[in-house]
C-alpha cells in the first residue's frame, strides 16, 4: 500500500488545517498509522498515531490541538490541526507501521505546512 499526504498550505497562527492521508488499497488490515513531520535542521518526528482498533497517541507538543482520524471506506488518514502556532512548520508524512508506534516501509512524498506569526 502506498501512501499520499496532501492538504498542506499557508496559514496564519491560531487558524486550522486538515491532512489527508490516501492509501492506494486498503486500510482495514494496517496495524497502525501515523503522522510525523521534520522542520529544517530538524529530526523527524512523530506527531500522531492511530492503530486498528482506534488507539491513538499524540507527540507532546500537539496534543489537545491535533486529532488523528481513519475512514475505512475512503481508505484515507486524517490529521486535524487546530490553534497551529509557527513552530508547527514542517513537511508532514503519512506512514504504517507497528504499536507502539514505528514506521514501516518507504515514506511517501509530505505536504508542507507553513504556519506565520
Known amino acids: 500500500v502506498q501512501l499520499q499526504a496532501s492538504g498542506g498550505g499557508l496559514v496564519q497562527a491560531g487558524g486550522s488545517l486538515r491532512l489527508s492521508c490516501a492509501a492506494s488499497?486498503?486500510?482495514?488490515?494496517?496495524?497502525?498509522m501515523g503522522w510525523y513531520r521534520q522542520a529544517p535542521r530538524k529530526q523527524r518526528e512523530l506527531v500522531a498515531a492511530i492503530t486498528s482498533s482506534g488507539l491513538t497517541n499524540y507527540g507532546n507538543a500537539v496534543r489537545g490541538r491535533f486529532t488523528i482520524s481513519r475512514d475505512i471506506a475512503k481508505n484515507t488518514l486524517y490529521l486535524q490541526m487546530n490553534s497551529l502556532k509557527p513552530e508547527d512548520t514542517a513537511v508532514y508524512y503519512c506512514?504504517?507501521?507497528?504499536?507502539?508506534?514505528?514506521?514501516?516501509?518507504?515514506w511517501g512524498q509530505g505536504t508542507q505546512v507553513t504556519v506565520s506569526s
Open positions: 488499497g486498503s486500510i482495514f488490515s494496517i496495524n497502525a
Open positions: 506512514a504504517k507501521g507497528g504499536w507502539p508506534f514505528y514506521p514501516c516501509g518507504s
